[in-house]
């Protein structure tokens, strides 16, 4: 049994003034996180890869752990759409040529 309550536009309305009022508290969270709460989790990276995820991040304008976050859910989302990660196709291309 789902019990999840739709937010009417007005509260909608008052979790954005919420999100605008504590962004600089919590720069993480955001209005949509009324509707669908966000749970944290941890992740061990090697020094190289959390580097890299920072220079990422910075270059992208966002924060580390939202770069981290929307890279999962376009994972999950190419899983259940049957697409092909691009590192798969980048090297089944180098294989193509190599082969050529």
């Known amino acids: 049994m789902n019990m999840k309550k739709e937010l009417t536009p007005q509260q909608l309305v008052q979790a954005d003034a919420l999100y605008e009022k504590y962004q600089d508290v919590a720069p993480d969270v955001h ?3 009324y509707v669908n709460p966000m749970v944290t989790t941890s992740l061990r990276l090697s020094a190289e890869t959390h ?3 920072q220079a990422a991040a910075q270059q992208s304008g966002m924060r580390p752990t939202a770069l981290i976050r929307a890279w999962i859910e376009e994972g999950l ?3 259940g759409a ?10 089944l291309i180098s294989r193509h040529r190599a082969a050529s």
């Open 51 to 53: 580097k890299a995820v």
């Open 82 to 91: 049957g697409t092909i990660p691009v590192a798969e196709l980048e090297e």
């Open 77 to 79: 989302a190419a899983q």
């Open 31 to 33: 209005a949509s996180a």
